[in-house]
């Protein structure tokens, strides 16, 4: 018996991405209590694991199989490849979601490339009010509070979700396009935070071109593989 079929086996039944270290747990205990059908497998370490994924990711793409193995923030997951999606989606007859507005996205961006942030400064940035997309937003489960700003009055802080890292297919934070840059970017900030906007900082409009030009790839909403579960 080969690992990356056992690994494939324990993908393909997961309800959820597994991490090597999982696999290596599930593997190593497999027939731990059963002394006619002793585990080969029982010493597999984590690198063995990553090679085996490795192998598998390579064979689905060679074979050209319907699926495709691929790697989340939490872990590796099997998908049905997204060419398939017209077809797969009459599996599930439901409502197709509606869009993120162009104000949603360029306050998602905003948000996900300054974490935590507060409400009143992200409108600092956009220079309107974003109570409405805001919501919108925590409802879709792409942004949530991660507790408050240690400022006069305690604001919330906002940040983004492992939701919204599934969603755009991103491992981490790290992997926006152009990260580095545009968190080092100065922004206006909310008057309440710093006694008075910072005439230096570029306004919001720039602010909001720059990001949406330069985090295209990540704020568009993709054609999502469907899991096999």
């Known amino acids: 018996m080969m690992l990356p079929r056992i690994i494939e086996a324990l993908l393909f039944s997961a309800q959820k991405p597994l991490s090597p270290k999982e696999i290596v747990d599930v593997v190593r205990r497999a027939g731990g209590e059963d002394e006619f059908s002793p585990n080969e497998f029982a010493k597999v370490r984590e690198a063995d694991v990553a090679a085996a994924l490795e192998q598998l990711k390579i064979e689905c793409i060679e074979q050209q199989r319907a699926f495709q193995l691929n790697e989340k923030a939490e872990g590796w997951q099997l998908a049905t490849d997204p060419k398939y999606a017209q077809w797969v989606r009459e599996l599930f007859p439901v409502a197709k979601p509606a869009r993120l507005t162009a104000p949603a996205l360029e306050t998602l961006a905003i948000i996900a490339y300054r974490q935590p942030i507060t409400r009143a400064d992200v409108e600092a940035v956009r220079g309107v009010n974003i109570d409405g997309v805001l919501q919108t937003l925590m409802e879709r489960g792409l942004v949530k509070i991660a507790g408050r700003a240690e400022i006069p009055g305690r604001p919330l802080l906002y940040e983004t979700t492992q939701f919204f ?65």
Request: aromatic share 4%; net charge negative.
């Open 165 to 229: 890292l599934d969603h755009f297919g991103l491992r981490t934070l790290d992997e926006l396009p152009n990260v580095e840059e545009l968190r080092q970017r100065a922004l206006p900030v909310a008057r309440s935070a710093a006694g008075s906007s910072d005439p230096g900082s570029p306004g919001s409009s720039t602010f909001a071109k720059a990001t949406a030009d330069k985090a295209t790839p990540a704020t568009t909403l993709p054609e999502q593989p469907t899991s096999l579960q």
